[in-house]
């Protein structure tokens, strides 16, 4: 082929492209006349993404070798980079493919913006704890805000996993345990992302991942089996990864688990026929890292070009640093393993990604170094997380209302490594951000008093544990334990920060004990032996089982992991400034060996049967959580009355009820309803979420809330995958947690 002559007329479809208002029929016609164009190869490469020239989120890529990627992405056989940032480095490389390959057709440049580029908000866990949608949005605004600025244009985020095993690391990357609310926070976040215009150039395209079911790995072991069933599959699963379509997410990340016996990444049912049959996703699917090479240790492929034809015919539409469709793609199309359509199928809809960007409009629309410099920790920026940390604290418990602090307390202990950590806060995955970047919570307290002191007290965590490490924690170096037992004697309240540092958590970082770790349990039982007045502020990115604490301490606060701004945020609620009013997304259990525990448990057989031994129970624990799913009090009292259900018709149920603030301060509740379908054709959840609203009252002050109930909440998923509302009796609990609340019933005929 002579590429001389194809330039020219490819560089005039290239201007014929730039229009700025193309309506999905114009480029869908383009589109077509590009696809006319391309040969194998470069469709293939359209479904190629490589990684930059550094390995940051992965094994390193065998051969990796930068001269062989430059080679492709000048022949346009590179449709995507990931890892790469930064205007200047992202210019180039686009430039490059623009002017140098054949067809020059824009690249995506896709990063894990998981809870920010360099300014950060909270881990999405501790988002989600906020129940607060809008928040949510705005904050995934930001982070599409300076992504955008440093060249990118597209997110792997959000994940939108169910997952309810605190032993898995990536707990800390999604909106919790319960379907209803994951797909909200997961609806909010695409919409942060992708604002009402994708082409802006503030704003970048979202994905939701990992399709399906990785946050079911056995044992909450990372890159683990998944083998659950269909009745968990469609009524657990699939809701978030639905609800993201429809809010036009614009790409779905396949993942590393395999579900019946099929990696996911091989898998026709889920991507074909559900994603973009059933679901009609219009985006494309992209695999999870080296996920379609890993279909061959699988035991599902014999080689990479195997598995390249397995993932490409399931569906998998580009490869994340596999290299099995850039090398042996074309290949098998020529010999009929894999149908041309399924690859036009893959590069029209990669295309149309592009297209939605504006990416052929204008292919360095991402790259404006004055906006590269002025967005990065923008003032705005920093209050919208502030804003949000403080909507992701949970108040766990306060029973001697020592919380909050007098702004003139005299006297305050502040103990604990993680106090002065300015890393830790920041989380896991946060890629692009600065180390020890965030307000620490001594910063944060020093903002409102100086009449403090520190005592670190025994270190916890290596200093020097980085992202690619693990976590050295200093277990038996009691160092600083008596000092600070010392100065806890005489303090009139003793601040305590303690939890996991910011990498225990996050992708491949599962653990099999999810307490304390290090002396840390040790330091807050002798601590409370010489003072009990302590508010014991916890920094995790995962349900903790601390039952010790959960009894003994009388003040308990959750602050997650909350970015930036973590420290003023807490600082900020300790002195009363903010009324937490965050609620858990996710149970807290007693003991690890609950888990996985999460309040939709399906009904048993052998419910309570006491003084009968044989129930479903554990002989050494109790069965119920330490704290449940919703819990999360605030610093004034809120009381529920007047629960009342009224049906209009088959088609509607209204429930109403009213809430009360009690206190002496203006607070916000979360009411939230619990359905539950006693009799069904298939076996359903004890109580189910099914709708909430996050109430803002006046001391003193009522209101009267209410939620309409459809066939969308009553009915659920068979198992083969009819949506279905039977008829019978419904009951219903409307209050502050899942674990109580006031109750009613109504029947539907
Ligand atoms: C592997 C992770 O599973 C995925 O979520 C992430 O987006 C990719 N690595 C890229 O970093």
Redesign the pocket.
């Known amino acids: 082929m002579n590429y001389r002559l194809l330039k020219p007329i490819c560089f005039i479809l290239f201007l014929s492209l730039n229009t700025n208002l193309m309506s999905q029929q114009d480029y869908d016609q383009k589109i077509e006349a590009l696809l006319k164009q391309m040969t194998l190869e470069e469709k293939a490469g359209q479904m190629n993404q490589y990684n930059g020239f550094y390995d940051v989120?992965?094994p390193a890529p065998e051969g990796g070798n930068a001269a062989l990627k430059y080679e492709h992405l000048k022949k346009g056989w590179v449709g995507s980079m990931?890892n790469v940032r930064g205007v200047e480095e992202v210019r180039k490389l686009q430039k490059l493919v623009v002017e140098e390959s054949r067809l020059g057709i824009p690249m995506l440049f896709g990063f894990?913006v998981i809870h920010g580029l360099k300014t950060q908000s909270p881990i999405p866990l501790a988002e989600a704890a906020s129940w607060d949608m809008e928040a949510i949005e705005k904050s995934a605004s930001v982070a599409a805000n300076e992504a955008s600025a440093v060249g990118l244009n597209w997110t792997?985020a959000p994940m939108v996993d169910i997952s309810r095993d605190a032993r898995w690391g990536r707990v800390m990357e999604g909106g919790g345990e319960d379907p209803f609310l994951g797909a909200k926070v997961g609806v909010a976040r695409v919409k942060g992302f992708q604002g009402k215009d994708l082409s802006l150039n503030s704003t970048i395209a979202a994905t939701a991942?990992?399709f399906a079911a990785y946050g079911f790995a056995e044992a909450g072991k990372e890159y683990n089996t998944v083998d659950i069933g269909t009745n968990t599959l469609y009524n657990m699963v699939f809701p978030p990864f639905k609800a993201a379509v429809e809010a036009n997410v614009q790409s779905v990340?396949n993942g590393f688990n395999i579900l019946n016996g099929v990696p996911v990444t091989a898998d026709a049912v889920l991507q074909r026929d559900f994603l973009k049959g059933k679901w009609g996703f219009q985006g494309f699917v992209i695999s999870?890292?080296s996920s379609i090479a890993e279909i061959a240790p699988h035991g599902f492929a014999k080689d990479l070009k195997h598995a390249g034809e397995i993932a490409a015919n399931a569906g998998s539409d580009m490869d994340m640093e596999s290299k099995a469709y850039v090398t042996h793609l074309a290949a098998s199309v020529r010999e009929g393993k894999v149908a041309e359509s399924y690859v036009d199928d893959a590069v029209r809809r990669i295309l149309k990604v592009k297209f939605e960007l504006g990416l052929f409009d204008d292919p360095y629309r991402y790259c404006n170094e004055d906006r590269e410099k002025e967005r990065l920790f923008h003032k705005d920026h920093m209050e919208a997380v502030l804003d949000m940390a403080k909507k992701s604290i949970v108040l766990l418990k306060n029973d001697t209302g020592l919380l909050p602090l007098k702004k003139d307390q005299k006297g305050i202990v502040v103990i604990g490594d993680l106090a002065d950590d300015k890393n830790s806060p920041l989380g896991s995955w946060r890629l692009a951000s600065d180390n020890n970047s965030a307000v620490s919570v001594l910063e944060g307290i020093n903002s409102y008093t100086k009449d403090y002191s520190f005592v670190q007290g025994p270190k916890y965590f290596d200093d020097n544990a980085s992202f690619l490490q693990h976590v050295s924690i200093n277990t038996d170096d009691t160092a600083g334990m008596e000092k600070a037992v010392e100065a806890a004697k005489n303090a009139s309240v003793v601040v305590l920060v303690a939890g996991e540092h910011g990498f225990m958590s996050g992708?491949a970082r599962s653990r099999t004990n999810i307490d304390l770790p290090g002396l840390q349990h040790q330091l807050i039982k002798a601590i409370h032996e010489v003072n009990k007045n302590i508010v014991l502020v916890l920094m995790n990115g995962r349900p903790l089982a601390l039952p010790w604490e959960a009894e003994h301490i009388p003040t308990i606060l959750e602050t997650w992991q909350l970015g930036s701004q973590s420290g003023l945020a807490i600082a900020q609620t300790l002195f009363g400034d903010n009324n937490p009013s965050g609620k858990l997304p996710m149970t807290f259990p007693r003991s690890v060996g609950q888990v996985p525990i999460y309040y939709n448990q399906y009904r048993t057989g052998r419910a309570k049967q006491e003084p009968n031994v044989f129930w479903s129970h554990y002989a050494d624990e109790k069965n119920s959580p330490q704290f449940p799913f919703g819990h999360g009090l605030s610093y004034t009292q809120f009381k529920y009355k007047d629960l009342k259900i009224t049906t209009t018709g088959q088609k509607e149920t209204t429930v109403s009820v009213t809430l009360s603030n009690t206190g002496k301060i203006k607070g916000q509740e979360v009411v939230q309803l619990y359905l539950s379908d006693p009799v069904a054709s298939v076996v359903r959840p004890i109580k189910e979420l099914k709708a909430f609203e996050k109430v803002a009252l006046e001391a003193g002050a009522s209101k009267t809330i209410r939620f309409v109930l459809t066939e969308k909440e009553l009915g659920f998923y068979t198992n083969d995958y009819e949506w279905t509302v039977e008829p019978g009796t419904f009951q219903i609990m409307v209050g502050g947690s899942s674990a109580q609340g006031l109750t009613a019933s109504f029947e539907l005929e």
Request: a negative charge; aromatic letters at 18%.
């Open positions: 989120t992965g990931l894990d792997f991942k990992h990340m999870d890292w992708e």
